[in-house]
Structures are given as C-alpha cells and as structure tokens.
C-alpha cells in the first residue's frame, strides 16, 4: 500500500538522507518534504492528462448563465483541476470556476481530477513525483548544486517514462484535420 512517506522516503533517499517515520516529523528532512509533498502532487498532476487521474461527470446547468458570449455555465466540480473536454462538439471556456458553453444540460465532462491517495496513483507517476520533490528540496537538503543536475536527468527520465506509459493506455485520441491544415493545400 503506496503512502506519501513511502514517497517522500524515495525522495530523501536521492538525495542520501535517512527515512522518515511521518510528513510531520521535527526534522529538517520532515519539514522539507511537507512543505513540498502538496504543491508537488498538485503541478504534477496538472502537467499531463493522467489517466488514473481522469474522472467523467454529468452536471446540471447552473441557474445563472454567462454575461456573454455563451448560453450556459456549468459549475466545474469540486475536484477539478483542469477540464479535458467535453461531450458535446461545442466550444467551451472555463471561468471562474464554471464551464461556458452553448451545449445543453446535463453536460458531459471528462476533467483532471485531484488525487490525494497514492494508491491511485501509477506506479511510475509515484516514481517520477519522488524524483520531483527530491529535485524540490535537493539543495536545501544537501547544499550541493551539482547534485541537482543529476536529480534533473532522473527526474526526467522517470517522468518520461510515466508520461509514455500513460499515452500506451487506451485507444489513441482521434485528430481531426481542420480547415486550419486544409489551407495549405
């Protein structure tokens, strides 16, 4: 079973520090990967459309519709961290915290959800986020700024290889040729 700490402790042990026993442990290490862990979490989760990441949800329309510009806003949910698509071939926007849009309730979403359970996580994202927060923390651990081109290259490769193994799930994304390409022509 994936924790934070397990993925901390990968992080600290980049970098050659001993484990830790919590995220609130009183040491220098503890301190260190606490005030990283979240923000960490939540810029890697919003760099690339994960898919253990990706969750669908119907929702009703809101009673206030848009100034201008769209018949319709939708409340994005709670969990959103960013709007992949949307079930209707419409346009959308998303603003402050709704999705405008011309389409009709319910609307059918497809967003970037906010995982906080490393268990739901990949195997590899884990990997590649560990490698993130000991690149985060790396100089105020050790001091040591050549250290922190290696933790680069690793973090790199390990988010690379994340990235190539979530594209390899699933049928691949149809692309429509547009008008836009057609001109050349």
Sequence with gaps: ????????????????NKPIVALT????????????????RLLMLQG???????????????????LFGFDRAFPVPNDALFVK????????????GNINTDATAPLEVIYIADITDPDQMT????EALAARI???IGYDMTGNATLLTTLKSIYD????GARTNDAQEGTPDLIEQ????????
Excluded at 6 to 14: D, P, V
Excluded at 25 to 40: E, H, M, S, Y
Excluded at 48 to 66: E, G, L, Q, V, Y
Excluded at 123 to 126: E, G, N, T, V
Aim: glycine share 4%.
């Design 48 to 66: 690339h459309p994960w898919n253990f990441a990706s969750k669908r949800a119907s929702i009703a329309a809101s009673s206030t519709a848009p």
């Design 123 to 126: 195997p590899l994202f884990r």
């Design 1 to 16: 079973m994936a924790s934070a700490v397990e993925i901390c402790n990968k992080a600290l042990t980049l970098l050659g």
């Design 134 to 136: 000991a690149l985060d």
């Design 157 to 160: 490769e390990r988010l690379s």
């Design 25 to 40: 442990d009183d040491t220098k290490a503890g301190r260190a990967v606490n005030r990283v862990f979240d923000p960490t």
């Design 85 to 96: 698509e949307i079930s209707a071939a419409e346009a959308f926007k998303v603003e402050s």
């Design 178 to 185: 547009g008008t836009w390409l057609d001109s050349r022509f």
